[in-house]
């Protein structure tokens, strides 16, 4: 892929306004609609399993994200799931605290099992816990740890035929064997409840437009990470609460020329992206 590819997926999204389905958790559902909102998506949050299904077919994207879990909306993902893949739909899956209880492992791996995932997008502590390994946790926070989040995401894609997104200080991007990493992004990201969940429901918006998953995904943290960056320039060290509002500010106006110049994307193996 390339920064033209990137630009023109953003351009995509502001133009086609996907509807973006979210079956999400009660902290993010605000910020979450309001992020996509700001980049140019139409956000619905529907998770009565009585619509649910009905919804994701209509959808451009479903984004599944279990941070406050119980049995009836993960009842109303997998409908929804099922619904979704039945009628093409991308689903991406962000299984929010895998690894903080055994309850919140096993529905992730059940939701795994019972939907076919476009995208697994988690932080490196939850996708190595879902595959069995150690990795430190504290709640639904994970700390940096010391795997390879290079080989745990393609450990992952090919395990559940996925495109597999692990977020960090770069974002990695796997697809079977090959991997993208995005350096784009802030530090400050971490100090915002539902950063990490606004980007999965992002990544759905782009993958609503782009049938390409590593290529929609790694487009999207690419736009996120910029926008992270520009809000921090313009108000980031007037702390967090500022840092956010400018970032839905900078969703709105991210444009080609900001990601010309900022976007950073580079092959596993270290080959910088030709665009950049």
């Known amino acids: 892929m390339n920064g033209e590819q990137i630009i023109q997926a953003l351009a995509a999204v502001r133009h086609q ?3 973006v389905h979210n079956i ?3 902290v993010v559902t605000n910020f979450t609609a309001n992020g996509l909102l700001a980049l140019g998506a139409s956000p619905v949050m529907a998770h009565a399993k009585e619509e649910a299904g009905d919804m994701a077919k209509i959808a451009g994207a479903l984004v599944l994200n ?11 993902m997998i409908l929804a799931g099922k619904a979704a893949n039945a009628a093409g739909v991308p689903v991406v899956f962000d299984p929010v605290g895998a690894g903080a209880t055994p309850y919140r492992t096993k529905t992730a791996l059940r939701i795994m099992e019972e939907v076919r995932m476009t995208v697994l997008r988690g932080n490196g502590a939850e996708v ?4 069995g390994k150690a990795w430190d946790l504290k709640g639904v926070d994970a700390e940096e740890g010391d ?4 080989e745990l995401a393609k450990e992952a894609a090919n395990k559940w035929a996925t495109t597999a997104v692990i977020t960090g200080a770069a974002d990695v991007i796997a697809s079977g064997q090959e991997a993208l990493l995005v350096y784009n992004g802030h530090p400050m990201l971490t100090k915002v409840t539902g950063a990490g969940c606004l980007l999965s429901a992002v990544i759905g918006a782009f993958c609503a437009v782009d049938d390409q998953a590593a290529r929609a995904a790694a487009s999207a943290a690419a736009v996120y990470g910029v926008a992270a960056e520009q809000a ?3 108000r980031g060290e007037e702390g967090p609460g500022s840092f956010q509002i400018e970032f839905l500010n900078q969703l ?6 900001a990601i010309q110049a900022y976007a950073s ?4 193996g270290g080959e910088e992206d030709e665009s950049q």
């Not at 279990?66 to 109303?76: P, R, S």
């Not at 795997?147 to 290079?150: K, L, P, Q």
């Not at 709105?252 to 020329?257: I, N």
Request: proline residues 3%; aromatic residues 0%.
């Open 66 to 76: 279990i941070g406050t879990l119980d049995e009836q909306k993960v009842e109303a």
């Open 252 to 257: 709105a106006k991210v444009d080609k020329q």
């Open 24 to 26: 999400t958790n009660m």
């Open 128 to 131: 190595a816990h879902m595959l």
């Open 17 to 19: 306004r996907p509807l």
């Open 232 to 234: 921090m320039a313009v």
């Open 147 to 150: 795997g390879n989040a290079v």
């Open 265 to 268: 994307i580079k092959r596993d």
